[in-house]
């Protein structure tokens, strides 16, 4: 299901064609030094999180990740969407992109088409952001998007700053 486009992009829910982007994403390093998880080191792994996580989220909470696809090329360069966080009560923007993609404004055209989604499409209200210390990227991408800085925080045993923004 498509969720809204930009001049460049799509942003949709996840499907089992995306299992392979989705070990991408999350086997490459570079790409996850600022998040808290191992990178993937098998396909099996990526279809469970698109199982166990990803489609979980769509049908106990309605919403979870969205796929971020590059319209030009029709492949799935990252993701961009909400996902319930219980330790804050609260719906978090989440972010995360290939690297031949950083640098490009891929992060905040994604983001602000994302959130714009949030209050009309699943009527939430308010959103906020978990940047780990160190991500000037992500914090850019958030403060392009009208988000500040709420509180400095630990989540998964990090240092983050919580962005926020009322919708």
């Given at each position: 299901m498509i969720i809204t486009t930009t001049d460049r992009l799509i942003l949709r829910h996840f499907n089992e064609g995306?299992?392979?982007a989705l070990f991408l994403m999350n086997s490459i390093p570079e790409v996850l030094t600022y998040i808290p998880m191992a990178p993937l080191t098998d396909v099996a792994q990526a279809?469970?999180?698109?199982?166990?996580?990803?489609?979980e989220d769509y049908r106990s909470r309605g919403f979870g990740r969205w796929a971020v696809e590059h319209k030009a090329s029709g492949k799935v360069i990252g993701f961009c969407g909400p996902k319930f966080i219980p330790e804050y009560d609260k719906v978090e923007l989440g972010y995360?992109?290939?690297?031949?993609?950083?640098?490009?404004?891929?992060g905040s055209e994604a983001?602000?088409?994302?959130i714009a989604e949030f209050k009309p499409r699943l009527?939430?209200?308010?959103?906020?952001?978990?940047i780990l210390d160190g991500n000037l990227g992500s914090m850019g991408v958030a403060r392009h998007i009208g988000m500040e800085p709420l509180q400095r925080d630990k989540f998964m045993e990090h240092d983050v700053t919580v962005f926020h923004k009322w919708l």
């Open positions: 995306d299992i392979e279809e469970k999180l698109l199982h166990k996580v990803i489609f995360r992109y290939l690297p031949e993609y950083w640098g490009q404004g891929i983001a602000s088409a994302a009527g939430i209200d308010e959103a906020i952001a978990l």
